[in-house]
């Protein structure tokens, strides 16, 4: 068991390794899953990528971190969205939007319908004040219970406001982010990077280095090639 754990525990480093992304993602033509590490040469290491699969005839052959990579990367650019999706997710941005502005706008009148009614009590206490109808002391701890009362409304109020915001500026934001997944992936960190990928190719894809090719992609439904 002991022997096992340890297993996975090292299988687990290896696939989350930040220098090769692609590690649990892209799949061997004999099924083994790709692996990356550094490989030692005469001067200085370099990155590479292998099938790990010792039945595999490409076991002990490895390719250049960079070039996978890069094929990659030439995928991904023949990679969008599709428009049904972008109509869709325009019409749930746009939606959503609206039913939390109604909700806070609800919230808010609530909460200036409170603060005025502290507000009027706040007067009324100071005309008792000045009538002698309570004394100093008693003013003094009626009016600090009331202005606790008021701050904590003001917070509410405030945190219940939505800002305003131009729908189609957000729409067009992520639009633009998702089409162009070549350049987001190249500038993501590795987590960032295996969220992306598994995004987009949820079943992963096959990598034959028989003909230096990446199979066909499966994609998520809400992509094309």
């Not at 701890?141 to 409304?153: A, F, G, P, S, Y």
Request: hydrophobic content about 30%; overall charge positive; charged content about 30%.
């Amino acid at each position: 068991v002991k022997k096992r754990l340890s297993n996975n525990a090292i299988a687990s480093r290896k696939s989350n390794n930040p220098d090769f992304p692609l590690t649990g993602l892209v799949k061997c033509e004999c099924s083994g899953n790709i692996t990356g590490s550094w490989s030692k040469g005469r001067s200085k290491r370099y990155p590479m990528y292998h099938c790990h699969k010792s039945s595999c005839i490409h076991y002990g052959h490895t390719i250049s971190k960079f070039v996978l990579e890069e094929k990659f990367t030439e995928l991904l650019k023949n990679i969008s969205p599709k428009q049904d999706f972008l109509r869709l997710f325009e019409a749930i941005v746009i939606d959503t939007y609206k039913d939390k502005h109604v909700l806070a706008k609800r919230e808010k009148d609530h909460y200036e319908k409170e603060l005025s009614k502290l507000e009027g009590r706040k007067r009324q206490l100071l005309e008792m004040r000045v009538n002698r109808e309570v004394s100093q002391n008693e003013y003094r701890e009626m009016k600090e219970v009331i202005d606790n009362q008021i701050t904590t409304l003001t917070i509410s109020k405030n945190e219940a406001e939505i800002e305003e915001i131009d729908l189609s500026t957000v729409v067009s934001a992520v639009t633009k982010f998702i089409s162009r997944l070549a350049f987001q992936w190249q500038n993501m960190d590795s987590e960032q990077k295996r969220k992306l990928q598994r995004l987009v190719l949820p079943e992963g894809i096959t990598y034959h280095k028989t003909d230096g090719k990446l199979g066909t992609a499966i994609l998520s439904p809400i992509f094309k090639l």
